[in-house]
């Protein structure tokens, strides 16, 4: 982070909130919010040979083919920022503010996961950045959250 000169202000850097809540594992999304382990990302993925599409939310058929055949499958982790916001309403007391925003991966323009941007200067986010997941632990899920991409 820069050092401020005379009458500067800095950036607000980018991090979540402070409190999450966090999501109820069940058999069709364990492996999305365990993945992160790895540090690897992961989405289902349809096998069924004329499909082949990422499927997310975690669904048990394909919205594409109807197929029952869908498997974790790991993508790149890398991704354009669609959309974002700044939150700034304190819904938890003693919070910052943070950003919100939603990732288009790599592999399929049509998956977007809604997550948070982080380790960035706020006024460095614009729309279409490309930007790469890391994971934060918490209790036992690993949380996919995007930084600006190396």
Not at 114 to 133: F, G, K, Q, R, Y
């Amino acid at each position: 982070m820069p050092e401020a000169q005379d009458g500067e202000d800095l950036p607000t850097l980018a991090r979540g909130p402070s409190i999450r809540v966090l999501p109820k594992l069940d058999d069709t999304n364990r492996f999305f919010w365990t993945s992160g382990v790895d540090g690897v990302l992961r989405f289902l993925r349809c096998q069924e040979p004329g499909c082949r599409r990422y499927v997310h939310p975690p669904a048990p058929v394909c919205p594409y083919c109807e197929g029952a055949a869908l498997a974790p499958e790991a993508v790149s982790g890398r991704g354009r920022l669609h959309s974002f916001t700044v939150n700034h309403q304190q819904w938890i007391p003693g919070s910052d503010r943070y950003v919100i925003g939603l990732v288009t991966i790599a592999e399929q323009d049509d998956v977007r996961l809604m997550t948070n941007l982080v380790d960035c200067p706020e006024d460095a986010i614009a729309l279409d950045m490309e930007v790469e997941v890391v994971f934060e632990p918490v209790e036992d899920v690993w949380l996919p959250l995007f930084r600006l991409a190396s």
